[in-house]
């Protein structure tokens, strides 16, 4: 029998937290859920737990810590709903929040391929995304970062949402796919969602906030080990990545201050490895900005001019 939805978890050593994310599934009470645990390389026994704990979730073993662009897609490529979940590994979905998510999605009309919950940071007292916002000098954010949950927006259309937490209609990922896969695997990490929320966009589609399905969220757990400056560095280069697949000449050139503002952080803190890194992602963005032409249902000054720096 077909699912009703497939929910994917990325996962890299993380088994500490996918514990409670997979308790946290359990708990919905709802029928017709694929599970895939995307095991990304892991070293901390992660396979050998999830054959014990939660033999009925589906393990998708990748021999090495691929990224989370390319174990999201592998994900999905074992999905049968016709939505699907992903899900970070340190994630725990609140009670009857898959369920009003499903409802909303269910009932959407076609163009909506994203369905946003309120994701709020591990303590449950604040918020960590409402989705993301796109800013005047080409940056993507988590809208509402930080913000006391009495600030949480209503329930509307959002620019695009955040794969931490995000449903989204299986059919429509398969048509955005790229040679890269649906989430663009150059990336690795940071970006790929705001990569894939763009393409969306251009192709006509729409994403939904709903504030009444909450996750809670630890808030990059697993990337945190390695370091402030990984992160950083990773979200400057894909940054650059994006723009340039996506943005049109005027924001390109709106743009520019940040970008070379980032290119000098790069430089300062990280040096070679970090200038080759911005080549790449350079020569990355270009390429697929050819790529990417038969997504131009929708304008890119039109998707740009509608939501660069609004607030929602």
């Not at 704990?53 to 592998?74: D, K, V």
């Not at 050819?290 to 304008?299: D, S």
């Amino acid at each position: 029998m077909t699912p009703r939805v497939t929910i994917v978890v990325v996962t890299w050593d993380g088994r500490e937290w996918l514990a409670a994310c997979l308790a946290s599934i359990v708990r919905q009470d709802l029928d017709g859920v694929q599970v895939v645990v995307v095991d990304n390389g892991s070293t901390d026994g992660t396979a050998q737990w999830l054959a014990r704990a939660h033999p009925t979730a589906e393990l998708c073993r990748l021999p090495t810590n691929r990224g989370f662009a390319a174990g999201a897609n592998a994900g999905l490529a074992r999905a049968r709903a016709p939505w699907v979940l992903m899900l970070n590994n340190d994630a725990t979905l609140r009670p009857g929040a898959l369920g009003t998510l499903l409802g909303v999605a269910e009932a959407a009309p076609r163009e909506v391929y994203a369905v946003q919950p309120q994701l709020r940071l591990s303590g449950g007292a604040y918020l960590n995304s409402t989705g993301i916002l796109l800013t005047p000098d080409g940056c993507a954010h988590d809208r509402n970062f930080g913000r006391p949950l009495a600030e949480s927006p209503p329930a509307g259309e959002i620019w695009c949402a955040t794969a931490g937490a995000a449903l989204y209609r299986r059919a429509t990922l398969e048509r955005l796919a790229g040679p890269h896969g649906v989430f663009d695997e150059r990336y690795h990490m940071y970006f790929e969602d705001v990569d894939l929320g763009w393409r969306a966009r251009r192709a006509g589609g729409r994403a939904l906030y709903v504030p009444e399905a909450v996750v809670d969220h630890v808030f990059q757990a697993s990337s945190r080990r390695r370091g402030p400056g990984f992160i950083i560095a990773a979200c400057k280069r894909n940054r650059l990545r994006t723009l340039l697949t996506h943005a049109s000449p005027a924001f390109l050139l709106a743009s520019l201050p940040r970008t070379l503002q980032d290119l000098r952080w790069l430089l300062r803190h990280a040096g070679g490895t970090a200038l080759a890194g911005w080549v790449r992602a350079l020569l990355d963005g270009l390429s697929a900005r050819r790529e990417g032409r038969h997504h131009n249902a929708v304008a890119r000054r039109a998707v740009e001019a509608r939501w660069i720096g609004r607030r929602q």
